[in-house]
C-alpha cells in the first residue's frame, strides 16, 4: 500500500487505478494498492473493468489542463 504522496512521486502525470482506497472525511484518496498506471485514461479505465475491482479509485497524478471536464 502506497500514501497518496508516494503514488504522485513514483507515477508522475499519470492516470493511476488505486485498489481499496483509503479515503478522508472529503472522499479524497490518502493510500491504496496501485493496480495499473499510465498515460492513456482509457487503457486505465479499461484494465479497472477487466480487475473487477469490488473498491477502487482513478486519479490523475498531474496538473489537469484547464479545458478538461471531471465527471463523477
Known amino acids: 500500500m502506497l500514501?497518496?504522496?508516494e503514488i504522485e512521486a513514483k507515477f508522475d502525470s499519470e492516470w493511476v487505478l488505486i485498489e481499496d482506497p483509503q479515503t478522508d472525511e472529503?472522499?479524497?484518496v490518502r493510500s491504496?494498492?496501485?493496480r495499473c498506471h499510465g498515460k492513456d485514461r482509457d487503457e486505465?479505465?479499461?484494465r479497472a473493468i477487466e480487475i473487477r475491482a469490488k473498491r477502487f479509485a482513478i486519479v490523475y497524478t498531474g496538473k489537469m489542463p484547464?479545458?478538461?471536464a471531471i465527471i463523477l
Open 3 to 5: 500514501s497518496r504522496t
Open 26 to 28: 472529503a472522499l479524497e
Open 32 to 34: 491504496g494498492t496501485v
Open 44 to 46: 486505465v479505465y479499461r
Open 66 to 68: 484547464e479545458d478538461a
